[in-house]
């Protein structure tokens, strides 16, 4: 039984259409006209407890739509969502009570009061019993530095700092899943580097679920197993990361520049029957690296075509995920 289970989500957002003339915007306040966004579309999949999984795409592509489906701020147009036997929206009360939510965007703290005020309101809103609340505190005290500024109004702390503090009260009440919108947004790489070796704490240690949306390939290199990749709403992608860099062309290539026709060279090696990738790079062209075609059978290959020079490359999964972004395509789909 998953932890998380979305089945069919659906999320169209109406928004009311400006009319073009005055008349047009005065008859349109009386009967509204509405454009629709149809940001997310049919999306499922399970995420099972322990899990800490990406979820990446595009600006736009609708990862916080999701995260706010999940966590019960947004309703679905359609389809399911179960969390740990919740319904988000419906159980809603109850159900805050088993998650931590940070949105790197925005703050859950009081601004105006010192940290310490501040995670005082939240255990006692979330009734976190006294021994939970220290058990998980210490955690942030020992690995995050979180006494340095425990007295100061929110107001005052770093970016960094806040966002520590941010994490920290979203596991105060030790949470079964936490969702993560960006929690290192805006953070120099020491920061990010402590509050990913946090996450990684709470989720390898304290067992807790991890549903992480970010832009940095850092954070997802560090911190998940799984990838969910949505494009235009669309879940793309789900499977692991080392799937993902096979289904992408592994990131392993062969680069060869060549003397003599390229085009002609290209076509022989798209004619293999292996079937790998080809394509140009500048003044290279590359062939996907696999066993099905050796090097002694590629040099063979190559031959007629003058080769100058041949070398491996690996692509970095940023430079993976930007391609995916960029061709839109649908990669093989792991069954969850
Ligand atoms: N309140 C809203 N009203 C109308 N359209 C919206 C609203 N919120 C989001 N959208 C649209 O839904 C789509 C998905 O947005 P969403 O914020 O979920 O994307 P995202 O993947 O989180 O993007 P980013 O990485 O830029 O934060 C976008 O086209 C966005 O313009």
Redesign the pocket.
């Known amino acids: 039984m998953m932890l998380i289970q979305a089945e069919a989500l659906n999320?169209v957002?109406?928004?009311p259409l400006p009319g073009q003339s005055w008349g047009e915007r005065f008859a349109r306040l009386i009967r509204p006209k509405w454009s629709e966004?149809h940001?997310?579309r049919d999306v499922s999949f399970g995420i099972a407890r322990g899990e800490c999984v990406a979820l990446v795409?595009?600006?736009?592509?609708?990862?916080?739509?999701?995260?706010?489906m999940l966590t019960g701020i947004l309703a679905p147009s359609s389809g399911r969502v179960s969390v740990a036997g919740f319904d988000p929206q419906r159980d809603r009360r109850a159900y805050v009570k088993h998650i931590g939510v940070v949105f790197g965007q925005r703050s859950q703290l009081w601004w105006d009061l010192p940290v310490q005020d501040s995670f005082r309101i939240l255990q006692a809103l979330f009734a976190v019993p006294e021994a939970t609340y220290q058990q998980q505190l210490n955690l942030f005290r020992r690995e995050g530095g979180l006494d340095e500024f425990w007295l100061r109004p929110v107001r005052t702390l770093s970016l960094g700092q806040r966002m520590l503090c941010e994490i920290a009260a979203s596991f105060l009440h030790a949470p079964e899943v936490v969702f993560l919108?960006?929690p290192t947004i805006g953070l120099d790489l020491e920061m990010k580097a402590r509050m990913r070796e946090l996450i990684r704490q709470i989720n390898r240690d304290a067992g807790t679920t991890v549903l992480i949306?970010s832009?940095d390939v850092g954070d997802i290199e560090k911190l998940s197993q799984r990838l969910l990749l949505?494009d235009h709403?669309q879940l793309k992608f789900d499977g692991s990361l080392a799937h993902f860099r096979q289904s992408a062309g592994d990131g392993h290539w062969w680069a060869a520049k060549l003397g003599g026709d390229r085009d002609a060279a290209q076509a022989l090696l798209a004619g293999h029957p292996a079937g790998l990738a080809v394509r140009h790079n500048g003044d290279w062209l590359e062939v996907a690296r696999d066993e099905r075609l050796p090097l002694p059978e590629l040099l063979q290959l190559l031959a007629p075509f003058a080769i100058h020079d041949i070398k491996p490359v690996e692509q970095s999964l940023e430079d993976l995920l930007h391609g995916f972004y960029l061709a839109g395509k649908v990669g093989a789909r792991e069954a969850a």
């Open positions: 999320r957002y109406r928004s966004t940001s997310v795409g595009p600006n736009g592509a609708g990862k916080s739509t999701t995260i706010k919108d960006e949306t832009h949505i709403g």
